[in-house]
């Protein structure tokens, strides 16, 4: 598969000609000996949705935890124009990334009210409002709120993980393989509130996925990676109807 996108012309394999949220740009990535990321770079506009596509082991989960100082990388991250690059997980978090990681990381023995609280926790403001939002856009939590996070179903503990990430208001949310494991219809009902949360409150979303078809339909840009390295970019429209994508994401 090669890069075989022409509409972009911004630094890397840029997005969008407007507000940048997030700029990446010639970051590696290793877990000791092993280099997982090769000289990626791409760029997340404000107010939009992009997705990084890619199979099992092609550094999809690696490039969300490179950005959150999670792993040893090096290269040229900004959020919102400021060098992240060095920064320690806790004062990214704080500036405004929030990471929903794959497996959904909640806390199992703590309840969902619990779980929101602790979303919180970066705020010194009432968490009120806010827990009154998200258990409105989720009313199956607030029917929840007192249950065990490890008692709940699997859709559940998802849309608990996303709403405790979002307790912390913030700029960008990062979402680690949404769908997996869960049922179909499920999946649909995540990725609408995903698209709503986008274009009813603004949140900038970077969506690592497997499910190519969902992840295009909300996206504005996609970018596909394979053994550690970007080999296509462009609008989502564009890739989901772009030969190579069709055949190994699309089911074409």
């Known amino acids: 598969m090669t890069d075989t996108s022409t509409d972009e012309t911004a630094a890397g394999n840029g997005a969008s000609a407007g507000s940048i949220m997030l700029s990446v740009s010639g970051v590696d990535a290793r877990y000791g000996e092993i280099q997982v990321l090769r000289d990626i770079s791409f760029t997340v506009p404000t107010g939009e949705v992009v997705v990084i596509l890619g199979a099992n082991g092609a550094g999809k989960t690696t490039t969300l935890r490179a ?9 040229v991250m900004e959020f919102e124009g400021e060098d992240i690059s060095r920064k320690n997980t806790a004062d990214i978090v704080n500036m405004g990334v929030a990471h929903v990681p794959q497996g959904r990381g909640t806390f199992p023995e703590l309840s969902v009210m619990d779980n929101m609280e602790i979303g919180g926790y970066v705020r010194k403001d009432s968490l009120d409002d806010d827990i009154d939002r998200w258990f409105q856009m989720f009313p199956r939590l607030k029917e929840r709120k007192d249950q065990l996070a490890g008692s709940l179903s699997g859709g559940e503990q998802q849309m608990l993980a996303v709403a405790r990430a979002l307790m912390s208001r913030p700029k960008l949310l990062l979402l680690d393989e949404p769908s997996l494991g869960l049922a179909p219809l499920i999946i649909e009902d995540l990725f609408a509130t995903f698209k709503e949360l986008n274009q009813e409150s603004g949140v900038t979303m970077l969506l690592v996925e497997q499910n190519a078809n969902l ?10 990676l394979e053994a550690g390295q970007i080999v296509l970019h462009g609008a989502a429209d564009t890739l989901k109807n772009d030969p190579a994508v069709q055949d190994a994401y699309l089911g074409a």
């Open 215 to 224: 992840a295009l339909d909300i996206a504005s840009h996609g970018y596909v």
């Open 67 to 75: 950005i959150c100082n999670m792993v040893t990388c090096s290269g």
